[in-house]
């Protein structure tokens, strides 16, 4: 869904999930993270990532 947020301009319903870096932007390196996570046993992304949770970090992107 990031991927088309990205390059389709699809809407993305809670865009600080899709946000796996934690850099408080949604860019291409986001999909890359969860890519590399998921196929070359990267590091895991921040938290909450894999439990239901709030971002702790404090930045412009929201659930809405």
């Known amino acids: 869904k990031t991927l088309l ?20 932007t949604l860019d291409i390196t986001d999909p890359i993270v969860l ?8 590091s895991e992304p921040p938290p909450p990532f894999g439990e239901p949770g709030t971002d702790p970090t404090v930045d412009g992107l929201g659930c809405g």
Request: glycine share 14%; charged share 30%; with cysteine.
């Open 5 to 24: 947020y990205l390059f389709a301009g699809d809407d993305l319903r809670c865009p600080d999930a899709a946000d796996a870096d934690d850099s408080g």
């Open 35 to 42: 890519l590399r996570y998921l196929f070359q046993g990267g």
